[in-house]
């Protein structure tokens, strides 16, 4: 079946613009979560859905990131006055139903500079 | 604050050298561990993952993981590799129900 997608591949946008980054989980993952990955380090957590709500949004930097999920499949994720610093590659992974055990399934991500 | 620390950040070998890439972290009590793996061009993938029983995991692609309590560590290894081992690896851990923090990767480039 298809994987994780995520649209789009690359983003580029000025600085104090609004973007959204959009992904598709595997179908029937209850499970969805977001990660920023910044040049030479590893993914690092921002939020995680379990189904429609958000299980845990303790990684979402500042007020400025914000996501949803409103039917429990396809989940945005949305930065508002972007700054030169959110330039990273933003990946999205589902699981099956979520939890500290579960094996990930990770998206191509999407690659976003701010100028 | 609890960590997770790949010490090496890059690793060159020749093709049939043996690897070990360490994977220390922070830690206390029961832990959940996994390595994954980035190949060129492709998506971050499970390489092993190990919650409980023995502490030698296997992998795919002939890979090995021990877990050993005492020294807070989850090393990789592989007896001998080859160039399509040529990849970033991430070492990840979690405790219980929370999401595993990974590590920032090593990158392993192998030389045919």
């Known amino acids: 079946g298809a994987g994780v997608s995520q649209t789009p591949s690359n983003k580029v946008t000025e600085k104090g613009k609004y973007v959204e980054l959009r992904c598709d989980p595997i179908?029937?993952?209850?499970?969805l979560y977001w990660y920023r990955q910044s040049l030479g380090q590893g993914p690092e957590f921002l939020i995680y859905?379990?189904?429609?709500?958000?299980?845990?949004d303790s990684g979402l930097p500042n007020d400025r990131f914000f996501a949803v999920r409103p039917e429990g499949s396809v989940s945005t994720l949305k930065i508002q006055r972007t700054e030169r610093g959110d330039s990273a590659v933003y990946l999205c992974?589902?699981?099956?139903?979520?939890?500290?055990?579960?094996?990930?399934?990770f998206g191509p991500g999407t690659r976003l500079l701010v100028l | 604050a609890q960590s997770v620390s790949q010490h090496n950040h890059h690793v060159i070998l020749s093709e049939a050298a043996s690897l070990e890439l360490g994977c220390n972290y922070s830690?206390?009590?029961?832990?959940?561990l996994f390595w994954y793996v980035q190949y060129p061009g492709q998506h971050l993938q499970l390489l092993l993952k190990?919650?409980?029983?023995?502490?030698l995991v296997k992998g795919i692609k002939g890979f090995e993981a021990e877990f050993i309590k005492s020294k807070f560590s989850f090393n990789l290894r592989k007896p001998s590799v080859q160039w399509s081992d040529t990849a970033e690896y991430f070492c990840?851990?979690?405790?219980?129900?929370?999401?595993?923090?990974f590590g920032r990767g090593t990158s392993l480039i192998v030389h045919p």
């Open positions: 992974a589902s699981s099956l139903t979520g939890g500290g055990q579960e094996t990930q399934y």
């Open positions: 179908s029937g993952h209850t499970a």
């Open positions: 859905f379990q189904g429609t709500g958000a299980a845990d």
């Open positions: 830690y206390g009590g029961t832990v959940n």
């Open positions: 190990y919650f409980s029983g023995d502490p």
């Open positions: 990840a851990v979690g405790k219980g129900s929370y999401i595993p923090t």
